[in-house]
């Protein structure tokens, strides 16, 4: 799922090659994104867009190649002349007078022609990585066309190799375009793109009889007269640093050097490279409307909090709010916004609390886990890497926020977007920061092999490696639980045990639920409140603020029947959630009913005879507390549900695991039968946890 979509997409045609493009935004001030080289289609501003979108008209276009845009066989489709030609019909047909193009590696040939020879269209220039024939280049790269005797190293940017393992080169230069540590993410981005062409094509694509040389980019640089930004990694093993360095002094721009930066910080580093073209988009272009700014003075100031509470679930809605009321209690004072989407503002607003109104422009989270998932499947891990444009989305909107407006401190409960782009951008802190979480470490699921292992210990190691490098940058790190909740595992091969290395880094609140069990003690009382007979036998299903559970709501309704007749007292609520339509759930019939979202529904799981459940920690840490029987069924592929949840449940001698593979309508009536009702004496949940939470953030205030 993409973090932003476009607001108007179209083709334009020109010799009988298609281009597509896409725009973003409103308003005359424009950026256009200019495609790269072939091997790449115009996702590779997928960083960039939604930020910048937010701020200026974006436009962008598949390059003749790749992508959505026609693959034309012969090598003169592809010179500059023809890219520029492109550039030009796109801003004619998206009504684009003038604007701020930025070229990426090979793009910066046809960015430097519209430039120089079209001026009038240009209001200033962005070179990232400029893949330019100035200098030679510093390896030893052997005649393109060339029988070699060796396919190693660089010996793979040949066309005899790419007609016989265009998949072999494909990977290896993707390694060389995110050649910083662990960019395997965008390295398996770039590879993706690349193979969405042919090396029949990227052939001609890298042999069109071109008229850009070094003598030509010298003459051309001459000629530029607008604001220039070069921005350039030192480490780039793709494009000589020097390139960049000599294009910025040629045409009397700006270099910025990304210090251990490879070929495309603005995947890399997509934080930096995305205020540096903001700032210089905001001098090239016109201003803006003249707006009205207070500044209020620090002594005036009240103390304020901005908390950003994770949308994936509704447990941390419940537990953020518990962990409000008691920082409240302590500091009467703070005022406290949020910055959250759909379905945790649906708790919030139930509560009253202030929702920031940027809420609204958050790339949807849930959405996306969403459109990752399969019946009752769901690979976590590789759905949160496949988010990393929707987080970094929502970072750059945070960080808007944040610029605009002084709070004296960040709560980030599973904010990974917050955690993870404030410790690679530790300059952009502010104010105190606290991060919370229930779990830490990726595991690898199985039959994930070799690779996942391997990219869930390069995740792993890079949050460690920021958390030692930048031990201050979380002022307080808070686990929702306790040290035995941990798992045993380790982060990974030569990585150290979790457990003991949690127990280092964080601060422990034990497990916050937002409520009293004490509360629902009688609750022969709380039955009669919520409408429950006493001869009645309540089953709650639930699979939380999602909607990935829709699978497991219908098997559960097609056990009914028979559970009925194994339990004729049976009375089923099925609640299908806030992101559910009940509508598409099987209709009701005797005893069973479907409700859409239910306020407080931990009170109604506190008063039944049973729960069915997906493998989602809030819920099951409810039922736990209140004393109530349960089955669970983790989503395949889940780590969190089948390795963090379950040993925490594990230890507190809580619910019944289920496996939804082999659990038919018939099995799920049996377990119903043979759970309803029964006693359990689980571990106690302690009960001060918001508390306890709340006073390891208040001294930061």
């Not at 020109?14 to 790269?36: A, H, M, N, S």
């Not at 992101?579 to 009701?588: F, G």
Request: with cysteine; glycine share 8%.
């Amino acid at each position: 799922m993409r973090a932003r979509y476009p607001d108007t997409e179209g083709y334009v045609e020109r010799d009988g090659v298609r281009i597509f493009y896409e725009v973003f935004g409103e308003g005359e001030r424009t950026i256009l994104l200019l495609p790269t080289w072939s091997f790449a289609h115009s996702r590779t501003w997928k960083a960039q867009v939604p930020y910048l979108a937010r701020h200026f008209r974006v436009v962008t276009f598949d390059g003749r190649g790749n992508g959505r845009s026609s693959r034309p066989a012969e090598p003169e489709a592809y010179t500059s002349d023809e890219f520029v030609a492109d550039a030009l019909a796109v801003m004619d047909a998206a009504g684009v007078e003038r604007a701020v193009p930025v070229a990426f590696s090979r793009g910066a040939r046809w960015g430097l022609l519209l430039t120089a020879e079209h001026p009038e269209r240009v209001a200033g220039a962005v070179f990232i990585g400029p893949a330019l024939p100035t200098l030679p280049l510093p390896r030893e790269r052997d005649p393109f066309n060339a029988v070699l005797e060796t396919d190693e190293g660089w010996a793979k940017f040949n066309r005899h190799y790419w007609l016989r393992d265009y998949h072999g080169f494909v990977e290896f230069f993707a390694g060389k375009i995110a050649s910083e540590p662990y960019s395997t993410k965008q390295q398996e981005d770039y590879a993706g793109w690349g193979l969405e062409t042919t090396g029949e094509t990227l052939i001609a694509t890298y042999t069109p009889p071109d008229r850009i040389t070094a003598k030509t980019v010298r003459e051309l640089t001459a000629q530029v007269r607008c604001p220039v930004l070069v921005i350039h990694g030192d480490g780039d093993e793709v494009i000589p640093h020097a390139i960049g360095a000599g294009l910025a002094e040629q045409a009397g721009g700006t270099l910025v050097t990304i210090e251990g930066g490879g070929h495309a910080p603005h995947g890399r580093d997509p934080v930096k490279v995305n205020l540096l073209l903001r700032d210089f988009a905001e001098r090239c272009l016109p201003p803006r409307a003249p707006s009205s700014i207070t500044w209020i003075r620090g002594r005036n100031r009240r103390k304020r909090a901005l908390y950003i509470s994770s949308p994936i679930g509704l447990g941390h809605a419940q537990r953020d709010l518990a962990i409000a009321d008691e920082l409240r209690v302590l500091h009467p004072d703070l005022e406290i916004d949020w910055l959250a989407q759909h379905p945790v503002t649906k708790v919030l607003e139930a509560r009253g609390e202030r929702i920031h109104p940027a809420s609204i422009l958050l790339a949807n989270e849930s959405a996306h886990i969403e459109s990752e998932s399969a019946e009752h499947d769901l690979h976590a891990f590789q759905a949160l890497r496949r988010m990393d444009e929707i987080l970094a989305a929502n970072f750059m909107l945070f960080h808007d926020i944040v610029t605009e407006t002084p709070y004296d401190l960040w709560i980030g409960d599973e904010a990974w977007e917050l955690d993870h782009f404030l410790h690679e951008n530790p300059e952009l802190k502010t104010a105190a920061y606290v991060w919370m979480t229930d779990f830490v470490g990726y595991l690898p699921m199985p039959d994930g092999g070799t690779r996942e292992a391997f990219v869930t210990t390069d995740y792993n190691a890079e949050m460690i490696e920021h958390i030692e490098r930048f031990p201050r940058l979380r002022d307080r790190a808070v686990f929702v639980g306790n040290p035995d909740d941990i798992v045993s595992d380790t982060f990974g091969a030569d990585l150290p045990a979790i457990r003991p290395w949690t127990e280092r880094h964080y601060a422990f609140s034990g497990y916050v639920t937002g409520f009293d069990p004490a509360e629902f003690a009688d609750r022969a009382a709380l039955r009669a409140e919520l409408g429950y007979q006493p001869d009645e036998q309540v089953c709650i299903v639930t699979v939380g603020g999602s909607g990935v559970g829709g699978h497991l709501l219908r098997r559960v309704i097609a056990a009914f029947p028979d559970a009925k007749r194994r339990v004729p007292a049976l009375r089923m609520i099925v609640v299908a959630g806030p992101r559910i339509d009940p509508a598409t759930l099987p209709p009701p019939q005797d005893g069973l009913e479907v409700r859409p979202y239910v306020y407080q529904l931990y009170r109604h799981l506190a008063a039944c005879d049973l729960a069915v459940v997906q493998g989602g920690l809030s819920t099951g840490m409810e039922l736990t507390a209140n004393q109530r029987p349960f089955l669970y069924f983790p989503l395949r592929h889940h780590f969190e549900q089948n390795y963090h949840v379950r040993h925490r449940l594990m230890r507190y001698g809580a619910g019944r695991c289920m496996d939804y593979d082999t659990a038919a309508p018939e099995v799920i009536a049996a377990a119903i039968a043979e759970e309803i009702g029964r006693p359990v004496t689980y571990r106690p949940v302690e009960r001060d946890g918001a508390a306890r939470a709340a006073a390891h953030i208040a001294e930061l205030i």
